[in-house]
């Protein structure tokens, strides 16, 4: 009897293995395994954007032309940056630094559109508050605690209500030159997007004056602001220039400039060598034309 049935479960479990052998070719197995499987959760998790601030980074060729390096620096004084004072002859990427993902660099290097009539002045300042502005009096440099900039002055304004007073204390400790730059956007040292697009214009001109006389400007310049991904296609600059008392008409001239992304839409710099006791000037009616 025994017998029998050690025969008899055999038999069923050789019958089991056969009737298995001939559904896994079918896929049939795989699909009844499918049917009760237990589903299993998946977790979702957030794509990150790597970090590319400082991710790709630029160095310029002196070339035909000398190259000064400026700690620009913003409001709060914490970061730096790198502004040319000259047109470099290039711009290459250093060897050792991780490249910045194509398609993050186009998103963020977005180009900015010409919709300007050169007919009519393009105004960097003409009067405080006025609409007619386009560039902000954002980018210190240096040692910018020396530097007071008060663009509400109404004494003796070249033209309209006000015009802009500065004053360069060199008794305060630090570097020993100091700046501005007007920038689009406000704090923009190519790690906020793109300027103006300024293609047309053939000339920069502005008012300056002393309060007495004799004040040295190292530079007045248009454009420069290197190192990001949307960096200033181009560069031009006036100085060293000398003031007089008077109200006095300068003029940038940009023949030949590449327009056609400019962040830094004017900006100056001074040296405590050329002023050991200090200096105040006024700035009106900077435009573009």
């Excluded at 056969?18 to 009760?36: D, E, M, T, V």
Aim: one cysteine or more; charged letters at 20%; a neutral charge.
């Amino acid at each position: 009897m025994n017998s029998k049935k050690t025969t008899f479960l055999l038999s069923l479990i050789l019958i089991i293995i056969l009737i298995l052998l001939f559904l896994r070719p079918c896929g049939i197995l795989n699909k009844i395994q499918q049917r009760f499987q237990k589903p299993v959760a998946i977790e979702q998790t957030e794509e990150v954007i790597p970090d590319t601030s400082t991710a790709n980074k630029f160095a310029v060729n002196k070339g035909v032309c000398e190259t000064t390096n400026f700690s620009g620096k913003n409001f709060n004084h914490a970061k730096h940056h790198r502004a040319l004072v000259f047109k470099p002859s290039a711009a290459v990427t250093t060897n050792n630094e991780s490249s910045i993902p194509s398609d993050l660099a186009t998103a963020m290097a977005v180009k900015a559109v010409n919709l300007w009539d050169f007919s009519k002045p393009f105004y960097v300042y003409s009067d405080v508050g006025s609409k007619n502005n386009h560039y902000y009096l954002s980018g210190f440099m240096g040692n910018v605690k020396a530097l007071i900039a008060n663009k509400f002055w109404e004494n003796n304004p070249e033209s309209g209500k006000t015009c802009i007073k500065v004053t360069y204390n060199t008794q305060v400790e630090g570097e020993g030159w100091a700046g501005i730059y007007w920038q689009q956007p406000a704090n923009n040292w190519g790690d906020k997007g793109a300027g103006y697009n300024l293609t047309g214009a053939a000339k920069l001109t502005f008012w300056a004056r002393g309060e007495k006389g004799g004040e040295e400007i190292g530079t007045f310049m248009v454009g420069g602001i290197q190192g990001k991904i949307s960096e200033d296609s181009d560069s031009r600059t006036l100085g060293p220039v000398d003031l007089t008392k008077d109200w006095k008409q300068y003029t940038i001239y940009l023949t030949g400039m590449d327009l056609s992304n400019i962040i830094g839409g004017f900006g100056f710099t001074v040296t405590q060598d050329s002023n050991p006791n200090g200096a105040v000037f006024y700035l009106d009616d900077i435009r573009f034309e």
